[in-house]
């Protein structure tokens, strides 16, 4: 196991109290866990609180002996029910809490445990806080993505005729966890839940689905409507393999095509065109560029290479981004998308991927993990770029 030492911790929690001077609050609840693991370093069933003033303290409902082992929080109680945690916090008339992500009954339970107070989402405090990654994150996500190259170097060994996508994901996920793949990936949205068995064959990569990307694929069943299906792989078809790496919490995200025998010329040029894209944009973020402005330029160079209608899905069902941050979730700050009008600044780590789908015929696209160093940047999923035939 590898722990997030104190000073790290210590590091995250300043910059969170930052924020809570800032915008004038007492306190402030963590109840969301990816971001009460990201400000103690224990996933366990946890509530966090972080005074303006004094030392944190962390509830934990179960189970506190890994907790103690995994937190280098000094205060870590055990606790039953919200009642238990009243006498730790002090006199409060503003305080934080995740809104966006925490149960409305559990709102007003608190409500009823501290009385007249005001309520103030917090989330936003995290998100930022989250956006820039320090050299102990990079560390792991640079073992995540080294564990992403095994994995894709594996692909070619299970790509056979009549060998089904989801067995082929199958047999992904079970390697990838022989080296360390945690299995999840997690994501800050209700219903929706991502997975690592996003491969798709032929035509299934121009199925859409309930997954906001331009493919979704056809999944297994009206239950589980995306990614990896019970289609056979065929000679001479597009193979789409978006397979997410999860390591010690965090994850990378990379695309690279496939074929059995030959990779028909529509999706070979494709391919090129979507490699190109992706660094032309990397060049112009090293410039400053607002996220808003590399994605228009995108679209820009997609349309003068002719590849307008295939760009990013098809209408009706074009997806409007090109890049999204990555760490402890899939959807972090940076997003190269419209209305943001941010630059990508140093530290950001971020997953961009350029895809176009034909209608009724496949998709291809080419994905990176990157991170956003100080005067460039630099690939972490340094995976072969080749389209690879079997």
């Known amino acids: 196991m590898e722990y997030t030492p104190c000073e790290e911790i210590e590091s995250r929690i300043s910059k969170v109290r930052d924020l809570m001077e800032k915008a004038s609050l007492d306190g402030a609840f963590f109840h969301y866990k990816i971001d009460y693991f990201y400000l103690s370093g224990t996933m366990q069933d946890s509530l966090l609180y972080i005074p303006i003033d004094g030392k944190p303290i962390l509830f934990v409902k179960r189970e506190i002996g890994r907790a103690r082992r995994e937190s280098p929080l000094e205060n870590i109680l055990p606790f039953r029910s919200l009642k238990d945690i009243k006498p730790y916090i002090g006199p409060v008339k503003r305080v934080g809490f995740q809104l966006d992500v925490v149960p409305y009954n559990d709102i007003v339970k608190i409500r009823d445990l501290l009385g007249d107070m005001e309520l103030v989402d917090v989330s936003p405090m995290a998100i930022e806080v989250r956006k820039t990654k320090s050299p102990f994150e990079i560390r792991i996500m640079e073992k995540a993505a080294s564990i992403a190259k095994k994995v894709y170097q594996k692909v070619p060994e299970f790509l056979k005729e009549g060998v089904r996508e989801i067995e082929v994901g199958g047999m992904l996920e079970s390697y990838a966890k022989s080296l360390g793949h945690e299995g ?42 995306v990614g990896a299906s019970m289609k056979k792989l065929k000679r001479d078809e597009p193979i789409l393999v978006d397979f997410g790496i999860c390591y010690h919490g965090y994850q990378v995200d990379q695309t690279r095509m496939y074929a059995i025998g030959s990779m028909p010329e529509l999706f070979e040029k494709a391919y090129h065109v979507c490699r190109d894209i992706h660094y032309r944009v990397l060049d112009k973020a090293v410039g400053g560029e607002s996220c808003n402005d590399l994605f228009e330029y995108s679209k820009r160079l997609a349309k003068d290479a002719g590849y307008e209608a295939y760009y990013l899905g098809y209408n009706p069902h074009k997806v409007r981004f090109l890049a999204h941050g990555i760490g402890l979730e899939l959807g972090e700050l940076p997003f190269v998308a419209p209305r943001r009008d941010y630059p990508i600044e140093e530290g950001m780590t971020f997953a961009i991927e350029p895809k176009m789908v034909f209608p009724k015929q496949g998709a291809c696209g080419f994905e990176n993990t990157v991170l956003m160093e100080k005067g460039g940047y630099r690939i972490l999923t340094n995976i072969d770029e080749q389209i690879i035939l079997v």
């Open 184 to 225: 999840l990936l997690r994501v800050r949205s209700l219903n929706y839940e991502a997975y690592t068995w996003h491969i798709v064959s032929g035509r299934t990569g121009s199925v859409v689905s309930q997954s906001d990307s331009p493919m979704g694929g056809f999944g297994l069943s009206p239950a589980f409507p």
